[in-house]
Nanobody, 124 residues
Framework: VQLQASGGGLVQTGGSLRLSCAFS????????MAWFRQAPGKEREYVAR????????YYARFAEGRFTISRDNAKNTVYLQMGNVTPEDTAVYYC??????????????????WGQGTQVTVSS
């Protein structure tokens, strides 16, 4: 399985950005998908996850109401729509895939595959 994240860049405070993660080399619908992020000098933290069907989404508290995770099983792609961003959202964002039967949650240990990360920088 390979994951390719894209869509990062420089955005102003209050702006929006959409990240994408293309999945290949496996059966996309077998995997719950998640986004994590890591800011400089900080540990990687959970952002959001979506189940295999796309009908259940779960968010970290800081992401609630601002970010939306979604997936398109026909395109083997998961998205993270980010809105009302602040400089605290500056980080490398990683997508991750975890087998649905293993019930991955907010822990990074539940995900078997990771993308390479895409940098998001929010200017003040």
């Amino acid at each position: 399985v390979q994951l390719q994240a894209s869509g990062g860049g420089l955005v102003q405070t209050g702006g929006s950005l959409r990240l994408s993660c293309a999945f290949s080399g496996g059966t996309f619908s077998d995997y719950d998908m998640a986004w994590f992020r890591q800011a400089p000098g900080k540990e990687r933290e959970y952002v959001a996850r979506v189940n295999v069907y796309g009908n259940n989404q779960y968010y970290a508290r800081f992401a609630e109401g601002r970010f939306t995770i979604s997936r398109d099983n026909a395109k083997n792609t998961v998205y993270l729509q980010m809105g009302n961003v602040t400089p605290e959202d500056t980080a490398v964002y990683y997508c991750a895939a975890g087998l649905h039967w293993s019930s991955p949650t907010a822990s990074a240990r539940g995900y078997q595959y990771w993308g390479q990360g895409t940098q998001v920088t929010v200017s003040s």
